[in-house]
C-alpha cells in the first residue's frame, strides 16, 4: 500500500483548512505564495503520515535543506533552551497520557 487511508487524507485538509481560516481572521491576503506554503506544509504532513504507516517515501530534497537550515537556526536562537523545554514537556505529555 503506497497511500494512506481516506480518514488521513480528510485530517490533512482539516489542517490546511484551519490554517485558512486563521489567515482570513488574520486579514492575511490569499495569493499564489499563500497556497504554494499550503501545498508545501501539506506534503511535509503527507510524508509524515506515510511513515507513520509503515509506507516509504521518497526525501524531497527542498524540504530536507529547509529543516537543516531551521534547526540550525533554532540551534543559535536566544529562546532556544525554551524551545527544547517546550518539545520535552510535549513528548512526555505524550508518554503519560
Not at 24 to 33: A, F, M, P, T, V
Not at 41 to 69: E, P
Not at 72 to 90: R, S
Request: charged share 35%; no cysteine; proline share 0%.
Amino acid at each position: 500500500m503506497s497511500k494512506i487511508s481516506k480518514e488521513s487524507e480528510i485530517r490533512i485538509n482539516e489542517i490546511i483548512i484551519f490554517i485558512l481560516e486563521a489567515y482570513k481572521k488574520e486579514s492575511i491576503k490569499q495569493n499564489l505564495e499563500i497556497f504554494t506554503e499550503l501545498i508545501l506544509i501539506s506534503r511535509i504532513i503527507y510524508k509524515r503520515f506515510k511513515l507513520s504507516h509503515g509506507i516509504k517515501t521518497k526525501d524531497d530534497k527542498f524540504i530536507k535543506l529547509a529543516k537543516n537550515k531551521i534547526l540550525t537556526e533554532i540551534k543559535v536562537d536566544e529562546n532556544y533552551e525554551n524551545i527544547k523545554k517546550f518539545i520535552n514537556n510535549h513528548i512526555s505529555n505524550k508518554l503519560t497520557n
